[in-house]
């Protein structure tokens, strides 16, 4: 079965600095991977997807992910964080022998420190 | 504006009492799914639906049932209510083209007591 994982329950990193927040997954063919943004009291926002092509994604609010099919991973990546990206990050992937269903990491929090 | 728009948002009520969480988009998308979301557990499936009149379980569809009877609206159901259903409970829509994300409600609180 199709799955992600997102090894780490929160991140802690100053403003101005890279962040990283990882994702591994586990799919049989080709993945279909994304990455979604939960602020305070609001739905999941669509950040990014991979498909095909270019293993470094370009998303929303300066995002990218980058791919890495020898590693199956699928880090999101910013290079100078915000106090404003502190959210809870999901990974996720969609399953094309499940009826395209779309199975979501256990979401990994960002904290952004001023 | 396109979007995927879930009432009410915040609910409180008793064991036992039967509500629908409604759900409507207006992107013209087959594809809608229900999910919860538990501290620890991420964001579970409860129902999807690949069309009209097409519903399918998701991994957690006890206590919860679904229908699907117009394009644009794709309501939740529990018939009977329970405090382990106390959830943020989200809906959401998505082409069916394969490889497209989904398009998230804004969620809705349900507290049981």
């Known amino acids: 079965a199709q799955s992600v994982a997102q090894p780490e329950d929160q991140v802690n990193v100053a403003e101005g600095n890279p962040l990283t927040v990882k994702c591994t997954y586990s799919v049989s063919g080709n993945p279909y991977l994304f990455w979604y943004v939960q602020y305070p009291n609001r739905g999941l926002q669509f950040l990014l997807k991979?498909?095909?092509?270019?293993?470094l994604v370009k998303g929303s609010y300066g995002f990218e992910a980058e791919f890495n099919k020898s590693q199956t991973s699928f880090h999101l990546k910013k290079p100078s964080a915000l106090v404003s990206d502190s959210a809870l990050y999901f990974c996720a992937v969609r399953d094309m022998n499940r009826d395209d269903k779309i199975i979501f990491g256990k979401g990994t929090r960002l904290h952004i420190l001023p | 504006e396109a979007q995927v728009t879930q009432n009410p948002r915040y609910l409180i009520t008793v064991t036992g009492k039967k509500l629908t969480v409604t759900c409507s988009q207006n992107m013209n998308h087959e594809y809608m799914s229900w999910y919860r979301q538990d501290p620890g557990l991420g964001l579970r499936q409860i129902y999807y639906?690949?069309?009209?009149?097409?519903?399918d379980k998701g991994d957690v569809p006890e206590g919860y049932k679904v229908s699907r009877k117009e394009k644009r609206n794709f309501p939740l159901i529990l018939e009977s209510p329970s405090p382990n259903q106390t959830s943020l409970y989200f809906c959401a829509s998505s082409p069916s083209v394969k490889g497209l994300g989904y398009t998230f409600g804004s969620g809705t609180r349900l507290t049981v007591v």
């Open positions: 991979y498909i095909t092509g270019d293993n």
């Open positions: 639906s690949m069309n009209v009149e097409v519903t």
